[in-house]
């Protein structure tokens, strides 16, 4: 067996958008987004610390989906030992050139065993930090992209893949001796990648990092203030796994975004697990705020490496298990 590749970080997502002017507004003008590029078909954006040259693609499509999540690798080696790791894992693998994805050097991506179309890069267009620029920041200072959230049928054995590609377990939500959600980090933080119970292959939101809870109060507000507060799905609220202070969007296409703050560093290797009580109130929320229905049921579909929507494995609600596996419909 091979090496496993170097993963530095959850780096960004492509979404397939059905109105770019729409999306616009939406991620540039309300929630702050820097434009780092745009095409006739698709918008590169970036928060104010990036420079790499976006965390989010948004590319025009006739039905909302994500094309891909991303991963940033190490060194430029890590993308051989990521297509052999895969590949001898019997995964579809593709080679793409430099600038297949614009701002992008060379990559893979991959059909992973999960269902999901994963991409590895190293290379990237690097872009002006806006960190100190105050003078330019907008709606809720978007700093960073911070993790992926992703549907999972079997989150114990999606913890357990994760952990093969060297991905460290911060949190998890288990009991009845199962495993009901799962929180993976290669960065020292809470998480590069969530695994959540539910009908998958799903992306079920991206999460982006803010400075302060007050940029998310503020955020909230403005929608608010002109009448659009449909947009904001749950929250504000405070985590009780990462701790993190949160709000969960939702754009026109239902693409599902984070905004998200205040989590904690993860990086010593004595590091261990908190593990969560299934029947624990204050796991998703602490402060005991009910989680609404669409943020358990609602996820975006994923694309295939030909364009195509994955079929979802559904999980069946009417056993108790699975009620308890989406808790919350208790
Ligand atoms: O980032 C996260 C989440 O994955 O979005 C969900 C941190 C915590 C939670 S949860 O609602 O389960 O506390
Ligand atoms: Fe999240």
Wanted: charged share 25%; aromatic share 10%.
């Amino acid at each position: 067996m091979s090496d496993t590749p170097n993963i530095v970080r959850t780096a960004y997502v492509e979404l397939i958008s059905t109105d770019l002017e729409r999306a616009k507004w939406f991620w540039v003008d309300m929630l702050g987004f820097v434009l780092t590029a745009e095409d006739p078909d698709a918008l590169y954006l970036r928060g104010y610390e990036e420079a790499n040259h976006h965390s989010l693609v948004l590319r025009r499509g006739d039905a909302p989906a994500a094309a891909c999540i991303s991963f940033r690798v190490w060194a430029p080696e890590d993308l051989d030992v990521a297509s052999a790791w895969y590949g001898e894992r019997g995964c579809r693998v593709e080679r793409r050139p430099a600038g297949a994805t614009r701002g992008i050097g060379e990559a893979i991506r991959v059909e992973d065993p999960l269902g999901f179309t994963v991409e590895y890069f190293h290379a990237t267009d690097r872009v002006e930090r806006l960190l100190q620029r105050y003078d330019v920041h907008r709606g809720a200072g978007i700093a960073r992209i911070d993790h992926f959230n992703i549907c999972v049928d079997d989150p114990a054995a999606a913890h357990d893949f994760y952990g093969s590609l060297g991905f460290r377990c911060s949190e998890t939500i288990e009991g009845n001796d199962r495993m009901y959600a799962a929180w993976m980090h290669r960065k020292p933080s809470v998480h590069d990648i969530a695994l959540t119970g539910g009908a998958s292959p799903r992306l079920h939101h991206v999460g982006w990092f803010a400075p302060e809870q007050h940029h998310i109060t503020r955020l909230c507000d403005t929608f608010g203030a002109i009448g659009e507060q449909a947009h904001i799905e749950r929250g504000p609220g405070r985590h009780g796994v990462s701790n993190a202070f949160y709000v969960y969007l939702r754009d026109h296409d239902g693409h599902r975004i984070e905004v998200y703050t205040s989590d904690y560093f993860t990086g010593d290797p004595d590091h261990e697990t908190l593990r969560w009580d299934v029947n624990d109130v204050r796991r998703r929320d602490f402060w005991g705020a009910a989680v609404v229905p669409s943020w358990y049921a609602e996820a975006t579909d994923v694309l295939d490496l030909d364009g195509k929507v994955v079929a979802t494995r559904s999980v069946d609600e009417s056993t108790s298990e699975a009620r308890v596996g989406a808790d919350g419909f208790r």
